[in-house]
Nanobody, 114 residues
């Protein structure tokens, strides 16, 4: 099963930064949007950030001004720069990619704790 590959998660102190990466396999073409989502224990998965063809971006209210989504021109990599991390940002972070269907990765754990 084709999956995206997330990386860059880990343990960070409050106020710290992390940069997540998402790799799209070479055989997945014609991507027009990608996004980052997260799921904390006992909570529903929520949208963190999305980026569409043309460059438009959207962010969840809780991360606006702290997180930035970006991608490479070929739609083979997406990134999530996370600054000023808070304990409530602790979650498994997933990326997805849209074409005729939606592809997901297996997630990367981000833990924000002192």
């Amino acid at each position: 099963q084709v999956q995206l590959e997330e990386s860059g998660g880990g343990l960070v102190q409050p106020g710290g930064s992390l940069r997540l990466s998402c790799r799209v396999p070479q055989n997945i073409l014609n991507i027009y949007a990608m996004g980052w989502y997260r799921q904390a224990p006992g909570k529903q998965r929520e949208m963190v950030a999305t980026i569409r063809d043309g460059g438009s971006t959207t962010y969840g209210d809780s991360v606006k001004g702290r997180f930035t989504i970006s991608r490479d021109k070929a739609w083979k990599m997406a990134y999530l720069q996370m600054n000023d991390l808070k304990p409530e940002d602790t979650a498994v972070y997933y990326c997805n990619a849209h074409r005729a269907r939606v592809y997901w990765g297996q997630g990367t754990q981000v833990t924000v704790s002192a």
